[in-house]
């Protein structure tokens, strides 16, 4: 069974910065494009980022365009999500999916691999 591991999370205060790590024990992200997910209590999963493979093409939700960077190191095998200029609105569970294809998906179901999610928590 496909496990992803993320890691980085947790409290930070507004204007701060958090690097979530993903990586997938016994498996790859070769060949997968690669996205990270939020939900928020009482709200849908959201698409943050997401990045093909090998990493020419990215996406990300206009609200956090410009504070989060989304990256992957195609050697060690793990993506990152750089956020930056942390808001309360940031606030949610986060979660590293993958899909089996190499191009970027935008909605959940194109993603067949999740991990558990982490927690940010951002405070005003």
């Known amino acids: 069974q496909v496990q992803l591991e993320e890691s980085g999370g947790g409290l930070v205060q507004t204007g701060g910065s958090l690097t979530l790590s993903c990586r997938a024990p016994?498996?790859?992200?070769?060949?997968?494009?690669v996205g990270w997910f939020r939900q928020a209590p009482g709200k849908e999963r959201e698409l943050v980022a997401a990045i093909s493979y090998p990493g020419r093409k990215t996406y990300y939700k206009d609200s956090v365009r410009g504070r989060f960077t989304i990256s992957r190191d195609n050697v060690k095998d793990t993506v990152e999500l750089q956020m930056n200029s942390l808001e309360p609105e940031d606030t949610a569970a986060y979660y590293c999916?993958?899909?089996?294809?190499?191009?970027?998906?935008?909605?959940?179901?194109?993603?067949?691999?999740w991990g558990q999610g982490i927690q940010v928590t951002v405070s005003s």
């Open positions: 999916a993958a899909r089996s294809y190499s191009t970027l998906g935008t909605t959940p179901p194109e993603y067949s691999y």
């Open positions: 016994a498996w790859t992200f070769s060949s997968r494009a």
